[in-house]
């Protein structure tokens, strides 16, 4: 990383970059972003397949509890990630399990899980308000590159290298699973071990993503761009690349126009308003499709 | 040619309610055999039984004709066509996204190979579903899907299959398309359990007939079991 961003001064001193490039922090931020982007997108594909998004969202919601236990237990305010993953694994692991056991209906069955995670989180996080800064707290919530640090790099590239993996591995296997359940278990495939795999890695992808989307902001940028994919492509293989250019093109911009215009937002507020803003013109490219 | 499959007090209860009373009975290997009953009486349910789906009493086992044999015979995954299958109607995912993801392990976000477009294309083909291959799946009609799950089915090679109601949804071709592949498999000797309806069509090619009505009320040759009219109300 270091000789990158040696690199990269070097140009920006030359003037062949953007004043910005003379912020090592925002070398930090670009390049967790060209890893978050297709981590998220790729992974976005499945959530969105297996009609998981209100599930990624709760888990990412359930982070909030996380950093408060994590703050209360000794760990430092601006990674908390023991707790973190900790909690979210988890929050996801009990989700499932309680879901498999249950005739609940999934999507009530979540708004539960939600409401408790939010409920405990916001009263662990008012009292843990009073011992820290609560700018980290927003930090963490809500992302901010100004925190990302090598150490956060090294676990991105980590959790990518496993999700890269778990896709190359079973992702034909968990697709055909999602489709039709009842076939998958007669043609042998771990189904259910499939979902606990899956509800890891949403754990995983959670706590890696943090310090860019933030806790809050995870769940959206999982969901939001394979939603807008969703709606311009015409099979997985269109599915899931578009996903990707999305994802990984809004977590980059979201991190350089705000520092172009110099706009005090959060990272990961400013890249989920991109991404919602590609979702609101493929809706409007879709309805226009429809009357051509 | 497939195995045979003994039921040793098979029953099955859901939720508190007897779906199924004890059944023990051993379905010969190489034949059709056919479930036939009202609605609500436990032919699905048996038959998920059957493919280990459905928690139940009782022991299920599968005899195959050469224990220790290698290729055809040794394909011992059996083969399902479920009642109905529904997919989501604006999943970005193809017939043939759907075909390759069963054939080949390699990602469908990468090219698949010659070879597996080759297999897909041969196995729509054979189905009638070759100009449809680029559908998605919640574009496909009833009929449709039907076809598909036999072509998915197919890949498998298996001497074993399990057919819950397969003419459901197919039009007139469809069904002499799907009557011919059950007559190939029972040319082949394989064993096929199928839920169906249609007593003509029991008549005319089930070799052994199981009516089942919360448990198993008669078994045989549909000569015997079925004796005259249309219904099973009619049984011997």
């Known amino acids: 990383m270091e000789s990158l961003r040696s690199m990269l001064f070097e140009l920006q001193a030359g003037g062949y970059l953007p004043d910005m490039f003379q912020y090592g922090f925002l070398i930090n931020g670009l390049v967790a972003a060209l890893m978050i982007g297709p981590l998220l997108g790729g992974m976005g594909s499945l959530v969105v397949i297996k009609r998981l998004a209100f599930f990624s969202e709760a888990v990412g919601h359930a982070a909030l509890t996380g950093i408060a236990i994590g703050i209360l237990l000794g760990e430092p305010a601006s990674h908390p990630f023991a707790a973190l993953f900790g909690f979210c694994l988890i929050f996801a692991l009990l989700l499932h399990w309680v879901k498999s056991r249950t005739s609940v209906p999934y999507d009530a069955l979540v708004g539960v899980f939600l409401a408790v995670a939010i409920a405990t989180g916001a009263a662990l996080l008012l009292y843990v308000a009073r011992k820290v800064n609560v700018h980290i707290l927003e930090n963490v919530l809500f992302g901010s590159i100004l925190t990302v640090q090598d150490s956060d790099l090294a676990i991105l590239a980590v959790v990518s290298g496993i999700c890269i993996l778990a896709m190359l591995l079973f992702g034909n296997n968990a697709l055909v699973a999602t489709l039709n359940p009842e076939l998958a278990r007669v043609s042998e495939i771990p189904v259910r071990l499939y979902d606990y795999i899956f509800v890891v890695l949403i754990a995983l992808i959670t706590v890696a993503a943090v310090k860019i989307a933030g806790a809050i902001l995870v769940g959206a940028m999982l969901l939001i761009p394979a939603t807008t994919a969703r709606l311009v492509t015409r099979n997985v293989m269109q599915f899931f690349w578009c996903n990707i250019l999305i994802s990984t093109s809004c977590s980059l911009a979201g991190i350089l126009l705000p520092m172009a215009f110099d706009l005090p937002v959060p990272s990961g507020a400013s890249i989920v308003l991109l991404a919602s803003l590609g979702f609101v013109l493929a809706v409007g490219y879709n309805r226009m499709r429809m009357f051509m | ?236």
Request: glycine share 10%; net charge neutral; no cysteine.
């Open chain 2, 1 to 236: 040619m497939g195995p045979s499959i003994s039921l040793n007090n098979v029953s099955l209860t859901l939720a508190g309610n007897r779906v199924l009373d004890p059944i023990s009975v051993e379905l010969a290997a190489g034949q059709l055999h056919m479930l036939v009953g009202p609605n609500g009486a436990g032919k699905t349910s048996l038959l998920k039984s059957l493919l280990g789906l459905m928690p139940h009493g009782g022991e299920i086992n599968r005899h195959w004709p050469d224990p220790n044999g290698k290729g055809l015979n040794a394909v011992r995954m059996p083969a399902y066509i479920p009642q109905q299958s529904q997919f989501d109607v604006v999943l970005p995912v193809t017939i043939e996204d759907y075909m390759s993801a069963i054939i080949s392990p390699r990602p469908l976000f990468f090219r698949q190979s010659a070879k597996v477009r080759h297999q897909v294309a041969e196995l729509l083909e054979q189905l009638g579903l070759g100009d449809k291959a680029g559908l998605q799946l919640g574009q496909l009609s009833g009929g449709e899907r039907q076809r598909l799950m036999f072509a998915q089915a197919l890949f498998r090679q298996s001497s074993l299959w399990f057919l819950d109601e397969p003419m459901t949804g197919l039009d007139t071709e469809g069904q002499t398309l799907i009557t011919d592949l059950i007559g190939q498999f029972r040319d082949k000797r394989h064993t096929l359990v199928m839920v169906h309806h249609d007593m003509a069509f029991v008549r005319r090619h089930a070799d052994n007939v199981l009516i089942i009505n919360a448990g198993l009320e008669a078994m045989g040759p549909p000569q015997l079991v079925l004796v005259t009219g249309t219904g099973v109300s009619e049984v011997a």
